[in-house]
């Protein structure tokens, strides 16, 4: 069996990409092999920033690359020169990756600059973990030293700190605000943490040591990976229970989900700096000819 190091879906849930031994290879939904990327080679952490449909991998050589996975073209490739890159999370309200170091500094990461927007300092030890809430206010870290502090992302500001007993190996908000923390075989849930640190909302021992932690969107549940496989708790309270359709619709239909990628596609062109370029590549595409058919009659009609 290969090793398989992080794995990210991509726009749709129907696809997803993992980060394996030497190349990041695409699945479907079914596990069966779509693409095998080998631009991005030992790859530790993946990221998917689904507004500007990239794919960002670190790498165990200290490299940074942004994937565009409309294209299939790398948009960038930086060298962090941070060492080993395995603590990597990104900020949902802007896209930007944030990288955690040996040495206790996170930095900011976006593909249009080869060095870091801001560097912050943050622990005196390694950092085991970094994570920013939905809003993209509250950022959370982690250290060796069984440290965990909230910062401002704006003013990047400390704001608070807590300690626990022993180091701490994952972090994940929820959609709610609530912060979950792994601490060897152990999983705590707390509540406002930009306020205050007080005991735990919930406390869960798992038995076996977590390896990952991820909140599911829209539902109170919380998923856990650990060296034995994979569990879920109930987590009352953590999930958004309005959802806007436009936005993100759990329930959407096959129809719905293709229309959805097609209005993904061309939000992203009207960013785009080859316009030209990302509309002939989505209104060639098939998804484009079976929602808009008639349209390409007629500039088909215009071309002749």
Not at 8 to 32: C, P, R, S
Not at 72 to 93: D, E, F, I, W, Y
Not at 160 to 186: D, E, K
Not at 216 to 236: A, K, M, Q, T, W
């Amino acid at each position: 069996m290969e090793d398989v190091f992080d794995v990210a879906f991509l726009h749709q849930e129907t696809m997803f990409a993992t980060a394996q031994k030497d190349w990041v290879y695409v699945y479907d939904n079914m596990g069966i092999e779509l693409h095998c990327i080998k631009q991005l080679s030992r790859v530790l952490r993946l990221e998917f920033l689904p507004y500007h449909f990239l794919l960002v991998a670190a790498s165990d050589r200290s490299f940074l690359s942004w994937l565009d996975v409309s294209v299939g073209q790398l948009v960038a490739h930086t060298h962090a020169k941070l060492g080993r890159l395995n603590v990597m999370c990104q900020n949902p309200s802007n896209g930007v990756v944030l990288l955690g170091t040996g040495k206790g500094t996170v930095s900011m990461w976006s593909p249009g600059v080869g060095s870091p927007l801001a560097t912050v300092l943050c622990h005196n030890r390694a950092i085991t973990s970094v994570v920013v809430d939905v809003g993209g206010t509250n950022l959370a870290t982690a250290s060796t030293d069984g440290t965990l502090k909230i910062w401002d992302v704006c003013k990047l500001d400390f704001l608070r700190v807590h300690h626990l007993q022993s180091g701490i190996s994952n972090l994940t908000f929820s959609q709610r605000g609530l912060l979950a923390v792994s601490t060897g075989p152990v999983v705590q849930v707390f509540e406002n943490v930009a306020k205050t640190f007080d005991a735990p909302y919930l406390r869960h021992r798992v038995g076996r040591t977590v390896t990952d932690l991820s909140f599911c969107p829209y539902e109170d549940v919380l998923g856990i990976g650990h060296d034995g496989g994979f569990g879920s708790i109930l987590v009352p309270g953590a999930g958004e229970p309005n959802f806007d359709a436009l936005e993100s619709n759990p329930y959407q239909t096959k129809s719905q989900r293709r229309e959805g990628e097609v209005k993904a596609l061309l939000e992203k062109a009207r960013d785009c700096s080859n316009v030209d370029f990302c509309l002939t590549f989505a209104l060639t595409g098939r998804l484009i000819d079976d929602m808009f058919g008639s349209y390409g009659d007629q500039q088909s009609g215009r071309a002749t």
